[in-house]
Nanobody
């Protein structure tokens, strides 16, 4: 079983920066694709950033040039560095991951694992 725990959210003024972290734990053999989503009040959850195990990244147009997704494979952690924050970035940010876990020593792929979310509030 995989657990994802986000941290790093908080209140920041417009133009400021925050770094979110998502730590994965469990009997993880490998972390494949990791993603950050966000959901603002009254809006649908949207995909913000993706990073594959091969290092490919993809970003929503609304955050390109401002957000950077990275990962520390030794720590099974993915980060979202957010700069030049805007009030419209206010949302709950969720980590999502596809991983390979070991069950009795046998690797199994587990898809679509979610963290509990961390609140980011950007004041104007």
């Amino acid at each position: 079983q995989v657990q994802l725990v986000e941290s790093g959210g908080g209140l920041v003024q417009a133009g400021g920066s925050l770094r979110l972290s998502c730590a994965a734990s469990g009997t993880i053999f490998s972390i494949n694709t990791m993603r950050w989503y966000r959901q603002a009040p009254g809006k649908q959850r949207e995909l913000v950033a993706t990073r594959t195990s091969g290092g490919s990244t993809n970003y929503a147009d609304s955050v390109k040039g401002r957000f950077t997704i990275s990962r520390d494979n030794t720590q099974n952690t993915v980060y979202l560095q957010m700069t030049s924050l805007k009030p419209e970035d206010t949302a709950v940010y969720y980590c999502n991951a596809d991983v390979t876990v070991l069950r009795i020593g046998v690797p199994f792929d587990e898809y679509d694992n979610w963290g509990q979310g961390t609140q980011v509030t950007v004041s104007s």
